[in-house]
């Protein structure tokens, strides 16, 4: 979604904000745009599609300066063209870019067009930017006119404004969109993303919920919602910087891909010893544990399927009753929390609009605790959760979310266990789990020697506009799971389906030109699965198999069939994500889509 960055420091920085927007582009965006302040004004370049059109602007006419703001935006009100591009500006004094919506931008615009206003471009933005003009003619001073202005805005949001005839700070302030402080030496940065800043600095600043920042050379002052002056702390950035950096692959996608068995192990990493799981690993107060009698698991998107596998390893092995429901359909509706419900979100980046503002009103709501399984350590979902358990991924760049994925199962199993032991689980049954979860790496690793295989594979779906995929069990989420991951790069119409359900309808879909992918576990569901697939073959349909050695499933007359590493049943789901992640990718390089950020997708969803 849309990425906000700004700098302030003794050198032009306008190379530092279109390297920030670069580092932004994974975030999705349609359109984007520069303002630079220097001694005659405030001036801009904004454009259309990638920021490589920004850069050739400023080929053609450079601007510099030591102060400015940039933006990368996703478009929701109005159209991605360069009159709705940001920054926008009141006038020529000020210009703002702006992370979010703006909820009440209508009755707000009206009353600024009353007061003679004239709006420029169809964004809910522009009315932020004229407010605080407008302000600004009973209270001259920037950062107080942001304050005032900031109380008459319903909605998320996270801005960034620059003033004409002030080259000394600009002013930023967040409410429900993230935004971080870069501090350096003699110079000091935000943006809505720390990778955003690696470029220039290590260390940061989180700000809080409703706070303003007013950003010079020597320091930055931090406001909370009250105006009261606060200190936050610095945090250092300890990723490997070559985290952002594609190495020896063609995509990102295809380089977490390959980065799985080793985050699944940074994910396991202190959280099991040889035979127990360490509870420790929730932090000091893991008596939750104990209480523990339902849980409620509440997400979006890909970290949602997570969820639906963590039911059935939940209610299998602790025996207690567990729900899972999409964040958006959550938020809405009157929920019933039966005593001692642990609340369980689940997030990739932390900043999900829809899973921040369930977990907000779960807090209300009387859980036993709020727990966030989570990718980024800074996030606002780690810092309003009672407890965290991260995932230890490492920044994920790619849109299709992989290794995020599979770390979030890894971290829902230790979950499901810890919560089993308090339930009558064995120490035996305990202790062959937690061998299966140290054997995973490994298995990963060899789920993806498959890779050449399954590229050729791919190969035959470059033509096809359907796939269904289907799977039983555990497998159901992952057949979910699968079928998002096609749809969302590749574009191609895809659907998942518990097997059991198929003639219950979708068998009307199948012919020779719907490939159907089904995966096939080693489980007591292994019979009745083959029988599915036999309804499947009668009806002419192609299918692909992807199963291990052991269920005597092979290449034969209208099956295509894909080896997937024998494992205990309990790693199916996580180890059956790889062969599907990478026909995904490879179908999606065949069809020549930008496999890193498909189409109308963002990253982090903070917007409704
Ligand atoms: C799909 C994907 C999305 C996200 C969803 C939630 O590949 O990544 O479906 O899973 O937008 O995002 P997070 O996990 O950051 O809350």
Redesign the pocket.
């Known amino acids: 979604m849309c990425g906000i960055v700004g700098a302030i420091a003794r050198r032009n920085v306008s190379k530092i904000l279109i390297e920030g927007l670069s580092r932004l582009e994974y975030r999705g965006y349609d359109s984007s745009g520069v303002a630079i302040n220097n001694e005659e004004g405030v001036y801009s370049h904004r454009a259309v599609g990638k920021v490589q059109a920004l850069k050739d602007k400023f080929e053609v006419q450079p601007l510099d300066g030591k102060m400015g703001i940039a933006h990368t935006r996703w478009a929701t009100h109005g159209k991605p063209t360069e009159a709705n591009a940001h920054p926008h500006f009141s006038g020529d004094d000020l210009a703002l870019v702006h992370n979010g919506i703006i909820e009440n931008h209508e009755p707000l615009r009206r009353e600024l067009k009353d007061k003679g206003y004239e709006f420029k471009s169809e964004t809910d933005t522009e009315v932020i930017v004229h407010l605080i003009h407008d302000a600004m003619k009973t209270q001259p001073d920037l950062l107080k006119a942001v304050q005032v202005t900031l109380t008459k805005l319903h909605g998320a949001f996270a801005i960034g404004v620059v003033q004409k005839d002030d080259n000394d700070r600009f002013i930023a302030a967040r409410k429900g969109s993230p935004l971080v402080v870069g501090v350096g030496i003699e110079e000091n940065f935000v943006a809505s993303d720390q990778l955003a800043l690696l470029h220039v600095t290590d260390q940061f600043i989180f700000l809080e919920e409703g706070d303003v920042v007013e950003v010079s050379r020597d320091g930055v002052s931090i406001y909370d919602a009250k105006g009261d002056l606060q200190e936050r702390p610095i945090s250092v950035f300890n990723h490997n910087i070559d985290a952002t950096d594609k190495g020896e692959f063609r995509h990102y996608m295809m380089k977490e891909i390959y980065e799985q068995p080793k985050v699944i192990s940074a994910c396991l990493e202190g959280r099991i010893s040889e035979s127990k799981v360490l509870t420790s690993c929730f932090g000091a107060d893991s008596a939750f544990l104990k209480e523990v009698e339902n849980v409620h698991i509440v997400?979006?998107?890909?970290?949602?399927h997570a969820g639906m596998v963590a039911k059935y390893w939940i209610e299998d092995l602790a025996g207690i009753p567990c729900s899972v429901e999409v964040a958006s359909e959550y938020r809405y509706r009157k929920v019933a929390v039966p005593k001692k419900t642990l609340f369980l979100t689940?997030?990739?980046?932390?900043?999900?609009a829809d899973?921040l503002a369930a977990l907000r009103m779960a807090k209300e709501l009387g859980y036993l605790t709020t727990l966030a399984i989570c990718?980024v350590p800074s996030s606002t979902?780690v810092r309003e959760s009672a407890l965290t358990l991260l995932t230890n991924a490492g920044p994920e760049i790619g849109?299709?979310?992989?290794k995020?994925?599979t770390t979030?199962l890894t971290a829902l199993l230790i979950t499901s266990v810890a919560i089993a032991v308090e339930n009558g689980l064995s120490a035996e049954k305990e202790k062959a789990l937690v061998q299966a979860l140290r054997s995973l790496p490994a298995h990963v690793n060899d789920a993806l020697l498959q890779d050449a295989h399954i590229k050729e594979v791919a190969d035959r779906f470059a033509n096809k506009h359907n796939a269904l995929f289907l799977g039983r069990g555990t497998m159901y989420p992952i057949a979910l799971e699968g079928s998002?991951?096609l749809k969302?790069i590749s574009y191609i119409h895809a659907e998942a389906y518990p097997a059991g359900e198929l003639k219950h309808g979708p068998l009307a879909l199948v012919d020779e030109d719907m490939p159907i992918i089904a995966l096939v576990p080693h489980n007591d569901m292994l019979d009745k699965l083959k029988s599915n697939l036999q309804e499947v073959a009668a009806r002419g349909g192609e299918l692909y198999v992807f199963a291990d050695k052991d269920t005597d499933l092979n290449n034969e007359e209208n099956i295509i069939f894909t080896e997937v590493p024998k494992v205990d049943s309990i790693l199916e789901p996580i180890v059956h994500t790889i062969p599907l992640q990478l026909l995904s990718y490879h179908v999606a390089v065949v069809k020549g889509t930008d496999v890193d950020q498909p189409r109308n997708?963002?990253?982090?969803?903070t917007v409704e």
């Not at 997400?299 to 949602?304: K, Q």
């Not at 689940?346 to 999900?352: I, K, V, Y």
């Open positions: 997400a979006c998107g890909t970290s949602y689940l997030s990739q980046s932390g900043e999900t899973t990718n979902l849109v299709a979310s992989t995020a994925f979030q998002l991951k969302e997708l963002a990253k982090s969803v």
